[in-house]
């Protein structure tokens, strides 16, 4: 943002960081979504809009995915996952 008239994009990323932040502190569980995001071979947007059937499982994993909690959870267990000896890296 450091030239004059930031870009419509670089506000609605301040924006969008602002309310996960104000969310976080919250307790509020926040995910953050797409029309263009793949649920199951089918796009999110053609399922909200009725003109495609989303499986309830694939939008469940989808919706846990795009929560901070998700990903955290997600990353975690790939580093366990990863690890030679099948531990988390973030071990005390």
């Given at each position: 943002?450091?030239s004059n008239g930031a870009p419509r994009w670089k506000?609605?990323?301040?924006?969008?960081?602002?309310?996960?932040a104000a969310a976080a502190t919250n307790g509020v569980?926040?995910?953050?979504?797409?029309?263009?995001?793949?649920?199951?071979?089918?796009?999110?947007?053609?399922?909200?809009?009725?003109?495609?059937?989303?499986?309830?499982?694939?939008?469940?994993?989808?919706?846990?995915?795009?929560?901070?909690?998700?990903?955290?959870?997600?990353?975690?267990?790939?580093?366990?996952?990863?690890?030679?000896?099948?531990?988390?890296?973030?071990?005390?």
């Amino acid at each position: 943002m450091e030239s004059n008239g930031a870009p419509r994009w670089k506000l609605r990323a301040l924006y969008d960081s602002m309310k996960d932040a104000a969310a976080a502190t919250n307790g509020v569980m926040l995910a953050r979504l797409s029309v263009y995001d793949d649920v199951d071979g089918e796009r999110l947007g053609d399922a909200l809009e009725s003109r495609a059937i989303a499986d309830p499982q694939a939008l469940r994993a989808l919706l846990q995915r795009g929560t901070y909690i998700g990903r955290m959870l997600a990353e975690s267990q790939r580093h366990v996952r990863d690890h030679p000896r099948g531990e988390s890296f973030h071990h005390p």
